[in-house]
T-cell receptor, first 113, second 114 residues
Framework: SQQGEEDPQALSIQEGENATMNCSYKTSINNLQWYRQNSGRGLVHLILIRSNEREKHSGRLRVTLDTSKKSSSLLITASRAADTASYFCATDASSGGYNKLIFGAGTRLAVHP | EAQVTQNPRYLITVTGKKLTVTCSQNMNHEYMSWYRQDPGLGLRQIYYSMNVEATDKGDVPEGYKVSRKEKRNFPLILESPSPNQTSLYFC?????????????FGPGTRLTVL
């Protein structure tokens, strides 16, 4: 099974509300990344949090990481219709300097005007 | 503009007809990778390359080949496509090592094998 698994699989909210997505993983990691994908398009990197960090912010995004629980959450505050997309967490558990990300199945977020 | 390009973007073909999907990046990245995306399965890595002439299998390499003769290019080859290779394919690149290894993705190639 995948290293990163997102929860929920789908989320539907109104504009202005906050959206929270969770990611759980199985092994120790170097870092955890969140990506966004608009329908059928390539993924775009949103934010990276290192294993020794607990929280990180970027604009309306807030990511937390709990390595003891092997979980992360992505919070999008004051959501907009343009935030409608799929969101993926990806874990980097590589060793020896080799770059390998393992992606979860994603959370589909729908933000309604 | 820093980018990863893929061609073609859409392709419909028939079983057994060899095809190549090209991927090129202009960021001088060492690492390049191919993924396939299927509903409910997220992205699964097909092959990756750490640098020129250095390629290795990912999680789902069966039925695919790759080559890395130049740093910027990383084509994906399907020698004898089958319907179970119908999928959305993404090429990605990044720096090979270091803590900050954000991957840059191409726009995707939607392949249908009849």
């Amino acid at each position: 099974s995948q290293q990163g698994e997102e929860d929920p699989q789908a989320l539907s909210i109104q504009e202005g509300e906050n959206a929270t997505m969770n990611c759980s993983y199985k092994t120790s990691i170097n870092n955890l990344q969140w990506y966004r994908q608009n329908s059928g398009r390539g993924l775009v990197h949103l934010i990276l949090i290192r294993s020794n960090e607990r929280e990180k912010h970027s604009g309306r995004l807030r990511v937390t990481l709990d390595t003891s629980k092997k979980s992360s959450s992505l919070l999008i505050t004051a959501s907009r219709a343009a935030d409608t997309a799929s969101y993926f967490c990806a874990t980097d558990a590589s060793s020896g300097g080799y770059n390998k990300l393992i992606f979860g199945a994603g959370t589909r977020l729908a933000v309604h005007p | 503009e820093a980018q990863v390009t893929q061609n073609p973007r859409y392709l419909i073909t028939v079983t057994g007809k060899k095809l190549t999907v090209t991927c090129s990046q202009n960021m001088n990245h060492e690492y390049m990778s191919w993924y396939r995306q299927d509903p409910g399965l997220g992205l699964r890595q097909i092959y990756y390359s750490m640098n020129v002439e250095a390629t290795d299998k990912g999680d789902v390499p069966e039925g695919y080949k790759v080559s890395r003769k130049e740093k910027r290019n990383f084509p994906l080859i399907l020698e004898s496509p089958s319907p179970n290779q119908t999928s959305l394919y993404f090429c990605a690149s990044s720096w090979a090592s270091g803590v900050y290894n954000e991957q840059f993705f191409g726009p995707g190639t939607r392949l249908t094998v009849l």
